[in-house]
């Protein structure tokens, strides 16, 4: 059986969940998401719990989606009740950002600036070098970070790049360093 997908998930108040047409629907104060629902699965709302049943729980592949699932609606939940955020770090001379509307602009050492474009349910935030992406889809959420950080990856020598806040960059000796060492 499925740790994970055996647990009951309970709706926060202001939450409401809903199946329609083989899609779950959960709505909360920072908006509405769906996630279309595996034929294996069978999503059960009773009062303010949530469960995840599957056809036939001794089969892996039903076990993992099991779990997956599971998670899945966890994370709508919070999602929809809270939201996710997700911290940036620019580090280097002359890097910035800023926001133009609803759209990031990010001057990163390149002979233009970069315009990142909004995703409809993300916002932007930008305080001196920390951009901050903010939304109730965590897959989205993230997606978006990890494309922003694409831009522009912290190099090893000096850590110039744009970087996740709690991220540690391992440093390398630059050619210098190595040659006095030896």
Do not use: C
């Not at 047409?21 to 009773?46: C, D, F, Y």
Request: aromatic share 4%; hydrophobic share 40%.
């Amino acid at each position: 059986m499925s740790r994970i997908g055996k647990k009951i998930r309970t709706l926060p108040s202001g939450v409401t969940a809903e199946v329609q047409k083989g899609v779950l629907v959960v709505k909360g104060p920072r908006g509405e998401l769906k996630q279309p629902l595996h034929h294996h699965i069978t999503v059960i709302i009773e009062g303010n719990a949530v469960r995840v049943q599957v056809v036939n729980e001794n089969d892996v592949k039903d076990r993992a989606l099991w779990g997956t699932f599971s998670s899945i609606i966890k994370n709508m939940i919070e999602g929809v009740a809270t939201g996710f955020k997700k911290q940036l770090e620019i580090n280097g001379v002359g890097f910035r950002a800023s926001l133009k509307g609803q759209n990031l602009v990010l001057e990163v050492g390149f002979s233009h600036p970069i315009e990142v474009q909004s995703v409809p349910g993300i916002k932007f935030f930008v305080e001196k070098n920390i951009i901050t992406v903010e939304g109730a889809d965590k897959q989205l959420v993230g997606e978006t970070a990890a494309s922003i950080r694409r831009i522009k990856k912290p190099e090893p020598y000096k850590g110039k790049g744009i970087k996740y806040v709690a991220e540690v960059i391992r440093r390398k000796a630059g050619k210098t360093a190595a040659k006095a060492a030896a």
